[in-house]
Nanobody, 117 residues
Framework: VQLVESGGGLVQPGGSLRLSCAAS????????MGWGRQAPGKEREVVAT???????NYVDSVKGRFTISRDNAKNTVYLQMNSLKPEDTAVYYC????????????WGQGTQVTVSS
């Protein structure tokens, strides 16, 4: 499974960005997709996930500001980020969980999101 992210960049506090991630390759049996992030000096954290039946889950710090969605026909997942804060600055990684005798998690290469005035 290959995951390619797009949509990162520089935005002012309070602004918005939309990230996209397209999955390709052996995409059969992908269930959950989502996004993680890693800020400098911190561990990677999963911020949002969405299952194939569109059940969603968010980390508390982004609830009410970020919205995850997916297009199953295109094997694509999106992350709409509103009311961005400087503490949202991080490299954002797409993830996909594939069920293969257990769950195998794939990660994309990441896209930088910088929130700064």
């Amino acid at each position: 499974v290959q995951l390619v992210e797009s949509g990162g960049g520089l935005v002012q506090p309070g602004g918005s960005l939309r990230l996209s991630c397209a999955a390709s390759g052996s995409v059969v049996s992908i269930n959950a997709m989502g996004w993680g992030r890693q800020a400098p000096g911190k561990e990677r954290e999963v911020v949002a996930t969405i299952t194939s039946d569109r059940s969603t889950n968010y980390v508390d710090s982004v609830k009410g500001r970020f919205t995850i969605s997916r297009d199953n026909a295109k094997n694509t997942v999106y992350l709409q980020m509103n009311s961005l804060k400087p503490e949202d600055t991080a490299v954002y990684y797409c993830l996909a969980d594939q069920e293969r005798l257990g769950v195998v998690r794939y990660w994309g290469q990441g896209t930088q999101v910088t929130v700064s005035s």
